[in-house]
């Protein structure tokens, strides 16, 4: 027999003077005899109040600990850290909440409150005597990073990642790193020369010794799970030999002279041209060349070596191979940013079919090059409108949100147009300027000052003259009321952001979520804005959503500090509640493999499955899918859930009613928690038992607990948005409807279970719904005690 | 003078009832003028089918007397281009509806003497006096 202590809180009153402590102290001595070491403190989290447990864990020889005091979301930590310096393994001690739970949410009715703390408790004990030491695994931890995306963000957090002395792996996509804001102009609002900004951070992260950087890559797999992954890169070949004392590209230019071939350059956005061997641009980092093989003759047909002829230096190699480089890492940073939306979705804009509508990326380019002599690349007429919002706000191509960026960088193009060419002619259609950033509005009362028109009002309609090539605009201008019809000979379209199409494979091999947006999902909008769900991944820049300059360094070097913080750890403790085979009981149906979304589950070499404890996150969603319950979940086994059902129903009163409920542990509970902080009455009828997720409920418990006297259940879950593990709702929606078929079965009436998804701030939805299930059950019949016996095989 | 509009109960009630008839939460316009531009007889109303939107949101009654409800075609232009997906032509559909309900007689049955009376059909006198509602 397991000996037990039992702590009763007095909680300086807040417990003992609704609570009567002497008549739960009588009532488990009569039920359990002496068996129980049961004493009363004053505060048992004080240094004296640990000391007890620590005192009789030596000296009572005590196996076991119940605690009866206040959430364990307070104080778990304080007891689990009293239970290792005693000598116990802390996962077998159990909070018993006699204060958020009970003392406080039934402060005005003590007798009630007495009862309640009662049944509490004696769920406690029953599960404290099921309880088996856990032990958290080690892991450890290296010092590996790998970035991806070169752009602003992930050069900053290679940087700071590589200052602090961790070893970065920098893998771009294109031949160049710089990302979008290589490619701008300037910046708003400082009109400060982008590319200035951005090349020497370029050239330091090309040569930080702590810098892997990898471009023209791709990413074609990563494996792993939490803090150890293995990536697979492969490194396109350029075509041309580098660093080789012979054979070196001395970047001489020969080449690019005589190669026949005139394409469009996508750094400069098609504005200017460049040949099939190329650098992209002036302060590409790294500044070497490459042979585009989807344009070069050679690789077309085989008609054109002229490059290689002339190459003094035999830098030029057309069968140089792919390189597939292996990285293992411990932790990943997603910096693939954003592409701007493709305005040829919404044909109505004539984007890609009139000529002299342009995108604001290759506005960028225009106005770079608008003051080059003797002629700027691509002229432009002197009437020039600008267009806010294509693509974004827009629901008629699924972007509800606002891009955050556009109006600003419309207002820069514009002013920095008007300073260059004050002849220009220029008005901006918009819906709402938003200006929000430090010192933007400012900057949008100087674009006004200039003369830069601004018109509240978003075109409808764009006609291109067949002669002239103008756009005709159409639009309402919704102050005067007036609808405009007017010639532009250049319209500029301020393409909103959408999440960068390179991003989805990241997404596939890492299992990162996506946020309703697209982007994708931080793991807490408020305080984990960096994070994601995947322990290990983190995000910086535009992946997360629309940025600025500003705000995507202050992200990036966010991510930096948070991936310092995990490393810095050395190692790394799996938190040891996690689902487990018993490997008697599986018959390796396979059926478990589908309720794990994270694919926690592997069949072993017997043909039984079997958790992968680096990838199980604990949510307990494929037990009930197991035919045989061979899985369960550690710290919530079934049979101490069988057990806790049974000891907190069993003081039930044949007249008495009691809703249960299984209240996940992050939200659900914790808003029970925040009831009682408050002092907010709900229904006394309540019998509320902690859960790890609303996805751990089988049928099987809720049929046991509606045999053993329970009227009705309430399951309680997070909300979809902002669930750590998004899948768990589902499966107990399941769950219910199974047990709801049985109930039918069984001849039992009435809706008696209720799901709901509880946000933190649903206080009254909770006591509602409480009120709601009571109020019905007062028009149902009970359960009689021949339909009980129906209802479950187990006694 | 520009008329002083109050914002009272009457308002909100007008409100209600146009976003009730006509299904489209009427509050979620961002007058960003989308429909009035393309709207293919914007030239021939005497407000825009924007300002329809605004005035019904705001509760301004004298939306009823203007002539633009009627000029909808329910082409559905506005519709699909809507970037709140909003259907104004559905909106232009619910003032119609209560302006006819208001059922108001452009012609007064004493005008018509005794002998005209006889000689007209009964379904034709009916509608001769609903004919010029609104």
């Known amino acids: 027999m397991e000996k037990i202590g039992v702590y009763l809180c007095q909680c300086g009153g807040n417990i003992s003077n609704t609570i009567d402590l002497q008549k739960i102290t009588d009532h488990l001595k009569k039920n359990n005899g002496d068996e129980l070491i049961i004493k009363e403190f004053s505060h048992m989290c004080s240094g004296a109040g640990q000391k007890l447990i620590t005192d009789d864990i030596k000296d009572q020889k005590l196996d076991r600990v119940v605690i009866a005091s206040c959430s364990p979301h307070f104080h778990e930590k304080t007891f689990k850290a009293a239970m290792t310096k005693g000598g116990l393994n802390p996962y077998v001690m159990e909070i018993a909440n006699f204060r958020e739970h009970c003392s406080w949410a039934h402060k005005s009715q003590p007798e009630i409150a007495t009862e309640k703390a009662k049944d509490i408790l004696d769920a406690s004990i029953a599960k404290a005597r099921m309880d088996f030491p856990l032990e958290e695994k080690i892991m450890p931890l290296g010092d590996k990073v790998l970035v991806i995306g070169g752009g602003v963000a992930g050069i900053q957090v290679s940087l700071d990642l590589a200052d602090a002395g961790q070893k970065v792996t920098l893998v771009e996509k294109l031949p160049t790193i710089g990302g979008k804001m290589a490619v701008l102009t300037k910046t708003f609002p400082t009109e400060d020369c982008s590319a200035c900004i951005i090349s020497p951070k370029m050239a330091e992260a090309q040569a930080h010794k702590n810098i892997n950087l990898i471009t023209n890559a791709e990413i074609e797999n990563i494996q792993g799970h939490r803090l150890h992954f293995e990536a697979k890169i492969r490194n396109k070949a350029r075509y041309i030999i580098e660093n080789l004392d012979m054979d070196q590209c001395l970047i001489c230019t020969k080449c690019v ?257 996506k946020s309703d947006d697209g982007f994708l999902k931080e793991a807490h909008p408020k305080y984990k804005p960096v994070d994601t769900l995947v322990e290990g991944v983190f995000i910086a820049g535009a992946v997360q959503g629309p940025k600025d300059i500003p705000d995507t360094v202050t992200q990036a070097s966010a991510a930096a500090a948070r991936v310092l913080a995990t490393l810095a750890q050395k190692e790394f403790k799996l938190d040891p509640i996690l689902a487990f085979v018993n490997q008697e009981k599986c018959d390796g149906c396979r059926l478990c493999l589908d309720n794990c979304p994270k694919e926690a589950i592997i069949m072993n070499k017997n043909g039984k499955a079997e958790v992968n404890e680096a990838l199980c996150l604990g949510c307990g969603s494929c037990i009930a899918s197991c035919p045989t319950e061979a899985l369960d979940l550690y710290s919530y086994t079934t049979a101490q859930l069988y057990n806790q059902i049974d000891a907190i129903l069993n003081n039930k009163q044949e007249n008495e009613t009691r809703i249960l409920i299984f209240a996940d542990d992050s939200c659900t509970y914790r808003l029970a928690d925040a009831l009682g902080v408050r002092k907010m009455k709900y229904n006394t009828d309540t019998r509320i038992i902690r859960f790890p997720s609303s996805g751990r409920i089988t049928p099987n418990l809720m049929l046991y607990a509606f045999k053993k006297g329970a009227d009705a259940i309430m399951i309680g879950d997070c909300h979809k948005k902002s669930l750590r593990v998004p899948w768990t709702s589902q499966v107990a929606l399941q769950s219910i409807k199974k047990t709801n078929e049985k109930l039918v079965e069984a001849g039992v009436e009435g809706d008696r279970i209720i799901f709901h998804e509880f946000g933190a701030g649903d206080l009254n939805i909770f006591i509602n719904k409480v009120d709601e299930i009571s109020e019905s059950l007062k028009t149902m019949d009970k359960i009689t005690s021949e339909t009980k016996e129906k209802l479950c095989q187990r006694n | 003078m520009p008329k002083k509009l109050k914002f009272d109960y009457k308002g909100s009630e007008f409100l209600d009832k146009i976003v009730k008839l006509s299904g489209e939460i009427i509050t979620l316009c961002d007058q960003c003028g989308t429909c009035s531009a393309g709207c293919p007889f914007v030239e021939e109303m005497d407000i825009t089918p924007s300002q329809i939107m605004r005035k019904v949101l705001i509760g301004d009654m004298e939306v009823m007397d203007s002539q633009t409800m009627w000029i909808c075609a329910s082409c559905f232009t506005c519709t699909v281009r809507c970037p709140r997906k909003l259907d104004v032509s559905k909106v232009s559909e619910a003032l119609r509806q209560v302006k006819l309900r208001q059922a108001v007689d452009k012609m007064d049955i004493s005008d018509i003497s005794a002998e005209e009376a006889k000689r007209l059909p009964v379904i034709g006198l009916v509608s001769s006096f609903r004919k010029l509602t609104g």
């Not at chain 1, 098609?270 to 060349?289: E, M, Q």
């Not at chain 1, 050679?298 to 190699?317: M, T």
């Not at chain 1, 080059?372 to 007429?381: F, H, L, N, T, V």
Request: aromatic share 10%; charged share 30%; glycine share 6%.
């Open chain 1, 257 to 513: 002279q005589e190669c026949p071939v005139t394409t469009n350059n996508y750094w400069e956005q098609g504005v200017i041209d460049r040949k099939a061997i190329y650098i992209p641009a002036v302060l590409a980092i790294p500044f070497k060349y490459i042979i585009d093989p989807d344009t070069c003759l050679h690789f077309k047909d085989g008609s054109c070596n002229i490059c290689e002829e002339v190459c003094p230096q035999n830098a030029i190699v057309f069968d140089q191979k792919d390189e597939v480089v292996d990285v293992a890492v411990d932790t990943i940073v997603v910096a693939t940013g954003f592409d701007i939306f493709d305005a040829t979705e919404k044909p109505v804009f004539g984007y890609g079919k009139f000529k002299n509508v342009v995108t604001a990326l290759e506005m960028e380019r225009i106005v770079d090059h608008i003051s080059e002599k003797p002629a700027p690349p691509r002229k432009i007429g002197n009437r020039i409108a600008f267009v806010q919002c294509v693509g974004s706000r827009d629901e008629q191509v699924g972007r509800e949100y606002c891009s955050r960026v556009c109006c600003m960088y419309s207002i820069k193009l514009a002013s920095l147009l008007k300073q260059a060419k004050p002849e220009k002619d220029i008005y901006i259609f918009y819906t709402d300027i938003r200006a929000f950033g430090k010192g933007y509005e400012e900057y949008y009362k100087r674009a006004q000052k200039m003369g830069i028109k601004f018109i509240r009002g978003k075109p409808s309609h764009f006609e291109e003259n067949q002669f002239s090539k103008k756009v005709t605009l159409t639009v309402e201008d919704t102050l005067s009321r007036k609808i405009i019809e007017t010639d532009f000979d250049l319209v500029v379209l301020a393409n909103g952001l959408g999440l960068s199409k390179s991003t989805d494979n990241i997404i596939d091999f890492l299992k990162l979520a």
